[in-house]
């Protein structure tokens, strides 16, 4: 696009031909509001609303009978939406299931699928996701390892991504396991997944990931790729809730092993309420639930997942997602070259969010959210704008860059007190 089309009225056109554009309509928007922090929490949706509403009322009139009477049951409702999920993540069915939350997960599949006689070490990277490292390094620590040493850890060049040359090359014989993010939480990096699988399985050491920034918006194909085991949130880009119940996947290859956090609901179902007390596990990723699913924060995972279905799938979503971060980018170049643009521009190395950076990222962030804009400030410098593709539009965006274009014309973030440490 050249840059004399980056107008308003432009952005309006390419709104108007979006086919996508119906399902905004679906979303409690807020009042006065561009909602660009969908990538930390999402918009609640009718399709959501409905799904809760309807347990409620189930538990209302079948009480504890929902367990077996409610349509769609209780009892099975986490291998129900695994199976919905599956898709997503290209999974057969009986690999995901929904259960517990992204950092129990963790803990669960590295306490299970860590084995020092396979390889000493775990890789992850340093901008990581810090519960992952928290969970990885108290899984090292219950196996008597010192985290210190049984981490490898790869360090980023530029402090905003990974090189893939760089992963690889920290795979050896002493690699156990590998535990990367699928995208960068702060750059929006999209990390090349089969390649370091490949590289991993070659070392005989297993492939984990962390989806939680791209699930919902970036399509994967985890059991052809062989990815061992996977983990990830409902509440950014797949709108199921604040502390929605999370998600997982196991490699059909791994089922019958007994989970390192073994819990009643994992047990096989036709054996469950026999409450022997030896485990019987699931022969499935629903294994790795542990406590009773929480049915009123699964719920709206339910609804929401019509909103993506109706949208043709994550792959449409994909598509739009990607129109909409190239044109926020093509923007933060014409517009803002105070700016720099610290994620990928390369579409197949970027998630759902574009990282802009400025030194006064976070005074920044504050001085838009007084706009109505509500975006979000990681560490060191970067306002996060996430462009939900089933609720924000092209004119959405570029409203937002005007707003921005603004805030630095009048050093509006000047009358904001810098901030004093921690991550925000």
């Given at each position: 696009?050249d840059?004399?089309?980056?107008?308003?009225?432009?952005?309006?056109?390419?709104?108007a031909?979006?086919?996508?554009s119906?399902?905004r309509?679906?979303f409690?928007?807020?009042e006065?509001c561009?909602?660009?922090?969908?990538?930390?929490l999402?918009?609640?949706?009718k399709d959501?609303?409905?799904?809760?509403?309807?347990?409620?009322?189930?538990w209302?009139?079948?009480?504890?009978l929902?367990w077996?009477d409610?349509?769609?049951?209780w009892?099975?409702?986490?291998?129900?939406?695994?199976?919905?999920?599956?898709?997503?993540?290209?999974?057969a069915?009986?690999?995901?299931?929904?259960?517990?939350s992204?950092?129990?997960?963790?803990?669960t599949?590295?306490?299970?699928?860590?084995d020092?006689?396979?390889?000493?070490?775990?890789?992850?990277?340093?901008?990581?996701?810090?519960t992952?490292?928290?969970a990885?390094?108290?899984?090292l620590?219950?196996?008597?390892?010192d985290?210190?040493?049984?981490?490898?850890v790869?360090?980023?060049r530029?402090?905003?991504?990974i090189?893939?040359?760089?992963?690889?090359?920290?795979?050896?014989?002493d690699?156990?396991?590998?535990?990367?993010?699928?995208?960068l939480?702060?750059?929006?990096?999209?990390f090349?997944?089969?390649?370091?699988t490949?590289a991993?399985?070659?070392a005989?050491?297993?492939a984990?990931?962390d989806?939680?920034?791209?699930?919902?918006t970036v399509?994967h194909?985890?059991?052809?790729?062989?990815v061992?085991?996977?983990?990830w949130?409902?509440?950014?880009?797949?709108?199921?809730g604040?502390?929605?119940?999370?998600?997982?996947?196991?490699?059909?290859?791994?089922?019958g092993?007994t989970p390192?956090?073994a819990?009643?609901?994992g047990?096989a179902?036709e054996?469950q309420?026999?409450m022997?007390?030896?485990?019987?596990p699931?022969?499935?990723?629903a294994?790795?639930q542990?406590g009773?699913?929480?049915i009123?924060?699964?719920?709206?995972l339910?609804?929401?997942?019509?909103i993506?279905?109706d949208?043709?799938?994550?792959?449409?979503?994909r598509?739009?997602?990607?129109?909409?971060?190239?044109?926020?980018?093509?923007?933060?170049?014409?517009?803002l070259?105070?700016c720099?643009?610290g994620?990928?521009?390369d579409?197949a190395?970027r998630?759902?969010h574009v990282?802009v950076e400025?030194?006064?990222a976070?005074?920044?962030?504050l001085?838009l959210?007084?706009r109505?804009?509500?975006v979000?400030?990681?560490q060191?410098?970067v306002v996060?704008?996430?462009p939900?593709p089933s609720?924000?539009?092209f004119?959405?965006?570029?409203?937002?860059?005007?707003?921005?274009?603004e805030?630095?014309?009048?050093?509006?973030?000047?009358?904001?007190e810098?901030?004093?440490?921690?991550?925000?």
């Open positions: 696009m840059n004399d089309e980056h107008t308003a009225e432009t952005a309006r056109e390419m709104d031909s979006d086919p996508l119906d399902l309509e679906r409690y928007i807020p006065d561009l909602y660009m922090d969908g990538n930390s999402g918009l609640f949706s959501a609303e409905a799904a809760l509403e309807h347990v409620v009322e189930e209302r009139e079948h009480a504890i929902g077996t409610a349509d769609p049951d009892h099975t409702y986490g291998e129900r939406l695994g199976e919905r999920l599956a898709s997503l993540v290209g999974a069915p009986e690999e995901v299931v929904v259960a517990n992204t950092t129990v997960n963790i803990h599949l590295v306490g299970t699928f860590y020092p006689d396979r390889g000493e070490k775990i890789v992850v990277d340093d901008l990581d996701f810090p992952d490292h928290y990885i390094r108290a899984q620590r219950q196996r008597g390892r985290p210190d040493e049984a981490l490898r790869v360090e980023s530029d402090g905003r991504t090189e893939t040359e760089d992963v690889l090359a920290a795979i050896d014989d690699v156990g396991m590998v535990f990367l993010p699928s995208v939480y702060r750059s929006g990096q999209l090349d997944i089969e390649a370091i490949e991993a399985h070659d005989d050491a297993l984990g990931f989806l939680a920034h791209s699930i919902g399509p194909d985890l059991s052809e790729v062989g061992d085991f996977a983990v949130c409902h509440y950014k880009y797949l709108n199921a604040p502390g929605a119940i999370a998600g997982l996947y196991v490699n059909e290859r791994h089922f092993v390192a956090l819990g009643w609901w047990n179902k054996t309420f026999d022997s007390l030896t485990y019987d699931a022969h499935s990723a294994a790795f542990t009773t699913i929480p009123l924060s699964t719920a709206p339910d609804g929401a997942l019509d993506v279905e949208a043709g799938g994550v792959a449409a979503l598509e739009k997602s990607l129109a909409l971060t190239d044109f926020l980018i093509e923007l933060v170049d014409e517009r070259p105070e720099e643009v994620t990928p521009r579409p190395s998630g759902g990282a400025h030194p006064e976070y005074r920044i962030s001085a959210k007084e109505g804009v509500v979000d400030f990681r060191p410098n996060r704008i996430a939900i609720y924000v539009g004119e959405d965006v570029f409203r937002t860059v005007e707003h921005l274009r805030v630095l014309d009048a050093e509006e973030y000047e009358s904001f810098r901030k004093r440490g921690g991550v925000t």
